[in-house]
């Protein structure tokens, strides 16, 4: 059945407005640039894309160019069969799916929740899943506390050096009050519950907002971000027994994910369009449980226009030199590479980017999504091997699926493997826990996508064809691809993963790329 009028409208009001917000990102004022020549790294588009991999024989290697899930395969119910290069699916637990952001720990995987349709399944909640036997991973608990069963979102994560746990509750989009932590140091496939208080009871909820939140690197504050208006709060769980909020402020437009300097003092603050950098080191260096009235100062800014909706960093070191990785969620901007040496001024040295998210492949990058959601084949989160000279990062690339990454060389990235798991298609209401599944398939079109298809289609970098076509509609996603959105997490040469529609999964690297030669 053809797209209507209506649709087709509503389509072209989207690509208009987007158009608009695309010249208006073109305001900002130039920085200077590494590379490549002549690139301009705040109003630029990154113009290439990694190195291919080389695939095995046998493999279920992509139909279309890399990273795309082509709208023949989705119309014909190949993509239901998945995609994967030098990797191989060792186990599976599918569950109702998963929310956003996941974490492991030790033997352990944790399964963020959706808020609210994960009542609708047995088991609403943070899913502990045992994966002693990657074969076999099993549920063996599962958290139930308000921020649990209250949809975490961005903000379930672990802090390994001691052992802990930690989740809030976000609802839709945006979260206030309520934040659990937990032991799993002593058994990590049973949780103990330690703010038994604050923070877990209904009745008890303390002063925060929520949608993501990091710990700082010792593990003693757990920083938690309200989206908007750019909120922030540092929560002090020196005894995790009692959190205790002991700064707050608002930092921008925008708060979102988070990355840290090794000793804490400086914080890569994502926000809507880049990294604000601020110095946080009167609340990393405070005395425990102790109010912080110091502002924090912000110490350096980076825009783009290369990307929107700046996801979270991770800071490494190449030959000791600092560097940050920072993910964008929208506009095609795939993951950057920035010179640290000065927080006040980061420098763009390297991007990576798949085919699909050139803007000479928009109109294919629409029409293959056209009807799967509200998100494409954009970057979301990402890990790496190891934080010192890294090997290798891994990241959850949404409709693209799993990608992987050699990083060794950083002014030379090439991807090495892939893994788009099958599409679950038509299985909506088994999946209570995608948030994909159920409410991220109630709008069709591919809006977060809007600036860079605009732009690239303003710019005479790629045509309208197909950008409309006999799947577009504004109402009722497909499930043509999973959306694979939290970091596969390195565990030797195995991923740990989930993606929304396809629950956790053990992932194994080929031998033949990973360890990287």
Known sequence: MGASAGNKRAVRIAVIFGAVLA????????????????????????????????CRPGDQVETGIQGEVPLADRKSGRSTKGYNCNIDLIGQFQGQGAGIVSATYGHCSYTGSSFPTNFLGPNPGVQVIDVSDPANPRMTDVLSEPAMVGGTWESLKVNKERGLLVGTGVGILEGAGYISVYDIATDCAHPRLLNTGAGSQLSMPIPITTHEGDFSPDGNTYWATGIAPGYVSAIDITDPRDPMVVWSGVTGVEAHGLGFSPDGNTMYLSNLLGLTMIDVSAVQNRRPRTIVPDLMPHVGEKLWADGQITQHSIYVTYDGQPHVFSVDEGGSGGVKLFDAARSTNLQQRNAVKLAINLPENANRWAQSTTANGAFGYDAHYCSVDRPVDPTAMACGWIQSGVRVFDISDPDHFAEIAYFNPPAQTGK????????HALLGSIAAPPIIGTLAVARAVLQGDSPVDGIINDQSRLVGGDLSADWCLSPPEFHGDQLWVTCMD????????????????
């Open 23 to 54: 010249m208006a990102t073109a305001t900002v004022s130039p920085a200077s640039a590494a590379a490549p020549p002549g690139y301009n790294d705040v109003l630029d588009v990154w113009p290439t894309a990694v190195d291919v991999a080389d």
């Open 428 to 435: 909506n209401w088994q999946l209570s826990n995608s948030l």
């Open 502 to 517: 396809n629950g956790f999964m053990a992932l194994a690297l080929d031998p033949a790329v990973y360890p990287v030669p």
